[in-house]
């Protein structure tokens, strides 16, 4: 069975840093793009981060310099640092993985496209 599984969130104070992790199990991720999304309460779900299968990855503008998506193939896993933490990054975040030509990279990233297979998410709370 194809499953995602989150870990790493938690609460932490402005300022501080968190790597989230995303498994896979009963598949490989080389082949797919992943792409870590948020949603807060009240909010829409937004694209935070994607890595393609060729490693060409993609941020939010909220984050570009503050987060760092990354892959590990052989661990089966993906990784979102998150340093320099706002309380306006309290979410829950998931991780979600599809098989994707480049030209649709973007547009999964920006959650133009929803991707095919979704974790169960992981609650991320900025607060002091």
């Known amino acids: 069975q194809l499953q995602l599984v989150e870990s790493g969130g938690g609460l932490v104070q402005p300022g501080g840093s968190l790597r989230l992790s995303c498994a896979a199990s009963?598949?490989?991720?080389?082949?797919?793009?992943i792409g870590w999304f948020r949603q807060a309460p009240g909010k829409e779900r937004e694209g935070v981060s994607c890595?393609?299968?060729?490693?060409?990855?993609n941020y939010a503008d909220s984050v570009r310099g503050r987060f760092t998506i990354s892959r590990d193939n052989a661990k089966n896993t993906v990784y979102l640092q998150m340093n320099s933490l706002k309380p306006e990054d309290t979410a829950i975040y998931y991780c979600?993985?599809?098989?994707?030509?480049?030209?649709?990279?973007?547009?999964?990233?920006?959650?133009?496209?929803?991707?095919?297979?979704w974790g169960q998410g992981t609650q991320v709370t900025v607060s002091s």
């Open positions: 009963g598949f490989t991720l080389d082949a797919y793009t």
């Open positions: 979600a993985a599809d098989i994707i030509p480049p030209i649709l990279v973007q547009p999964m990233c920006t959650g133009r496209r929803a991707p095919a297979y």
């Open positions: 890595i393609s299968s060729s490693g060409i990855t």
